[in-house]
């Protein structure tokens, strides 16, 4: 399939077709009215476990919206493994890359608080086995390749170098954030961050987001939570408000955005359009509980 150009913007007719090499978790879920402090017991509600991780979810929200996708992983041959592949597949993402190995599928445990803000520990398991050889196989035919982090950080920078040298448009989600090599930034069509991932890059608590293309992305998305988000490219800053919703729960919101950000590229969208959509994505997922279960379908954006 023919690629736009690297680095252009406009938009066109390039089949939509999304490689997303990244994490499959399970999500055990806890409601609590507060998280505990160090040494300290809190009673919260029953667990949930429900399907997640970075890399599914954002497979999940694009292929809600009706991109083409794939997404190369592993999980564990376990009950979390198969609730993870039924969820993929019941979405209509393609699981033939996806391993199945002898590690325990990876697991995030997760608190949720009233306001709907969560705090998360992940024990990544199967995810550790995901290895850079399996990238290449999978690259010929992709439009748009995005990585997260939940997998080993030299898996992430081989994708990221290997699918720029093939053409392939290339989106980071660098989270959670870790140094990652100065070539893999350069190879990036866009670096997604939050708003605390991009002050961990620049050093700095509130720092200009056009700094970050001083790193070596040729444009750069920040998220702001309910604020929006912010596109960053060498014509400046564009911000793109959120609509205003009651959050229950935040769980997979920056998944839900960067599934709806690769699929509006992968689709020929400008930077600043495809930004517009993923924000309303994600304002409608933490409307509702969970992370993939919260993925809206294209029909609610109309």
């Given at each position: 399939?023919?690629?736009?150009?690297?680095?252009?913007?406009?938009?066109?007719?390039?089949?939509?077709?999304?490689?997303v090499?990244?994490?499959?978790?399970?999500?055990l879920v806890?409601?609590t009215?507060?998280?505990?402090?160090?040494?300290?017991t809190?009673?919260?509600?029953?667990?949930?476990?429900?399907?997640?991780?970075k890399?599914?979810?954002?497979?999940?929200?694009a292929?809600?919206?009706?991109?083409?996708v794939?997404?190369?992983?592993?999980?564990?041959?376990?009950?979390?493994?198969?609730?993870?592949l039924?969820?993929?597949?019941?979405?209509?993402?393609?699981t033939?890359?996806?391993?199945?190995?002898?590690?325990?599928?990876g697991?995030?445990?997760?608190?949720?608080?009233p306001?709907?803000?969560?705090?998360i520990?992940?024990?990544?398991?199967?995810?550790?086995?995901?290895?850079p050889s399996?990238?290449?196989a999978?690259?010929p035919?992709?439009?748009?390749?995005?990585?997260?982090?939940?997998?080993?950080?030299?898996?992430v920078?081989?994708?990221?170098?290997?699918?720029a040298?093939a053409?392939?448009?290339?989106v980071?989600?660098?989270?959670?954030?870790?140094?990652?090599?100065?070539?893999?930034l350069?190879?990036l069509?866009?670096?997604?961050v939050?708003?605390?991932?991009?002050?961990?890059?620049l050093?700095?608590?509130?720092?200009?987001?056009?700094?970050?293309?001083?790193?070596?992305?040729?444009?750069?998305?920040v998220?702001?939570?309910?604020?929006?988000?912010?596109?960053?490219?060498?014509?400046?800053?564009t911000?793109?408000?959120?609509p205003?919703?009651?959050?229950?729960?935040?769980?997979?919101?920056?998944?839900?955005?960067?599934?709806a950000?690769?699929t509006?590229?992968a689709?020929g969208?400008?930077?600043?359009?495809?930004?517009?959509?993923?924000?309303?994505?994600?304002?409608?997922?933490v409307?509702?509980?969970?992370a993939?279960?919260?993925?809206?379908?294209?029909?609610?954006?109309?």
């Amino acid at each position: 399939m023919s690629v736009s150009p690297r680095g252009s913007w406009q938009a066109g007719t390039v089949q939509t077709q999304v490689l997303v090499v990244g994490s499959a978790n399970a999500d055990l879920v806890v409601a609590t009215q507060r998280r505990p402090a160090g040494g300290e017991t809190v009673l919260g509600g029953d667990t949930r476990t429900l399907p997640g991780g970075k890399g599914a979810n954002t497979a999940v929200a694009a292929a809600r919206l009706g991109a083409d996708v794939a997404l190369l992983g592993a999980v564990g041959d376990d009950g979390h493994g198969r609730l993870l592949l039924d969820s993929l597949r019941g979405a209509g993402v393609r699981t033939g890359l996806v391993r199945v190995v002898d590690r325990p599928t990876g697991v995030a445990y997760i608190t949720v608080t009233p306001d709907g803000e969560n705090a998360i520990l992940v024990s990544p398991g199967a995810n550790q086995e995901v290895e850079p050889s399996a990238v290449d196989a999978a690259l010929p035919g992709a439009g748009v390749l995005v990585a997260s982090m939940e997998i080993p950080l030299p898996t992430v920078e081989h994708a990221v170098t290997a699918a720029a040298e093939a053409g392939v448009r290339t989106v980071l989600n660098l989270s959670p954030v870790a140094k990652v090599a100065g070539a893999t930034l350069a190879a990036l069509d866009v670096l997604l961050v939050n708003e605390h991932e991009a002050a961990w890059l620049l050093g700095a608590e509130s720092a200009d987001p056009a700094g970050l293309l001083e790193l070596g992305p040729r444009s750069a998305v920040v998220t702001r939570g309910p604020r929006g988000a912010v596109v960053v490219t060498a014509e400046g800053l564009t911000e793109v408000p959120s609509p205003e919703v009651e959050a229950v729960d935040t769980t997979g919101a920056g998944d839900a955005f960067a599934g709806a950000l690769a699929t509006g590229i992968a689709r020929g969208a400008a930077l600043a359009d495809a930004v517009r959509t993923a924000v309303r994505v994600a304002a409608i997922s933490v409307t509702r509980h969970g992370a993939q279960p919260s993925y809206p379908a294209a029909s609610e954006l109309e």
